[in-house]
């Protein structure tokens, strides 16, 4: 398995789908999955029955798991990037591609 190039707390934007084009922070990387978690994208309705804990019932909307491929990183302008690794003074840090400015580290 090759190293993650999107990461927990991320600012990442979709690339396809139904919430194409809209932007959020990545709450949860699954990479065994290649999943994310973005928040306030792909939610997910769950209808829940009444129970003694929630005698209301109701409808659970929460963020659901999207493949790592519809996401991209977003650069300065916005815009989905993609990731490479460079080496830089002995340390690995990613790096966008498009501008070639150092993501972390």
């Known amino acids: 398995m090759s190293a993650a190039k999107i990461k927990k707390g991320d600012a990442v934007v979709v690339r396809s789908g139904k919430d194409k084009g809209r932007t959020g922070t ?3 990387v699954m990479p ?3 999943k994310v978690v973005v928040a306030g994208i792909n939610i997910a ?3 829940r029955k009444p129970t003694q804990e929630n005698p209301q019932g109701g409808i659970d909307r929460r963020e659901a798991p999207l493949h790592i491929s519809k996401v991209g990183l977003a650069g300065k302008d916005g815009k989905a990037t993609r990731v490479r690794f460079e080496v830089k003074d002995g340390k690995k ?3 966008a ?3 070639g400015e150092t993501i972390d580290g």
């Open 32 to 34: 065994k999955d290649e």
């Open 97 to 99: 591609v498009k501008t």
């Open 45 to 47: 309705a769950r209808h």
């Open 93 to 95: 840090v990613r790096v």
């Open 26 to 28: 990545v709450l949860q």
